[in-house]
C-alpha cells in the first residue's frame, strides 16, 4: 500500500519516469540514488511496501534488502573503488523505513571537520557532506547524478 503524501511511495510511483533516480526496482525492494546530495553512489534502499519499522517486514523483504545491498556494496567497492560503505536508518523526516547507503571516497578521509585524534567520525562525516555538498536544486549537478544512475543501471543486481 502506498500513502500519497510519503515521499518515498510518490518517488516509488514515479519509478518508470525519465529523470527517475530509481536504479532497481523489483515487488519489494527499491533502490535510488540520492539526489539532494552530490556523491555518486549515495544510495537509498528501501521496501516498496510503506511500513516504518523493521518489525513489520516480512522474512522476504528483509532477505530482498540485505540481498540487494550486498550486491550494491560489491559493485561499489569494485567498479567504482569505494572501500567504505556506511548504512544508517533514520526513518524520521520520511516515515516509510529507507536505509542511507552513504560511500566513503578517499577524498572524504582529507576533511578536518571527520578527524577526531587520527579516526574518521562517520556520523560527522556524514552530517558534514548532506550540508556542504546539497544539490540545492543545481541542474548540473543533478545532471552528473542521472548520469551515475545511468551507468550504474547497466550493473546486475538481479
Known amino acids: 500500500m502506498n500513502i500519497?503524501?510519503?515521499?518515498?511511495?510518490q518517488m516509488i510511483n514515479e519509478?518508470?519516469?525519465v529523470d527517475s533516480p530509481v536504479v532497481y526496482c523489483d515487488q519489494q525492494v527499491v533502490l535510488w540514488q540520492n539526489m539532494d546530495v552530490h556523491i555518486p553512489g549515495y544510495f537509498i534502499i528501501a521496501p516498496r511496501e510503506h511500513i516504518i519499522d523493521y518489525s513489520k517486514l516480512s522474512h522476504s523483504i528483509v532477505l530482498q534488502l540485505f540481498r540487494i545491498t550486498q550486491k550494491t556494496l560489491i559493485i561499489l567497492q569494485q567498479k567504482y573503488a569505494i572501500n567504505k560503505v556506511y548504512q544508517c536508518c533514520f526513518s524520521e523526516l520520511t516515515p516509510h523505513l529507507h536505509t542511507?547507503?552513504?560511500?566513503?571516497?578517499?577524498?572524504?578521509?582529507t576533511l578536518n571537520a571527520i578527524n577526531v585524534s587520527g579516526a574518521i567520525d562517520a556520523p560527522t562525516?556524514?552530517?558534514?557532506?548532506?550540508e556542504h555538498y546539497a544539490t540545492h536544486g543545481n541542474n548540473e549537478k543533478k545532471a552528473a547524478l542521472?548520469?551515475?544512475?545511468?551507468?550504474?543501471?547497466?550493473?546486475?543486481?538481479?
Open 146 to 158: 542521472l548520469r551515475f544512475v545511468t551507468d550504474f543501471k547497466q550493473q546486475s543486481l538481479s
Open 15 to 17: 519509478k518508470d519516469n
Open 4 to 9: 500519497p503524501n510519503c515521499s518515498i511511495c
Open 100 to 109: 542511507h547507503l552513504f560511500p566513503r571516497y578517499e577524498w572524504m578521509k
Open 125 to 130: 562525516l556524514f552530517s558534514f557532506v548532506r
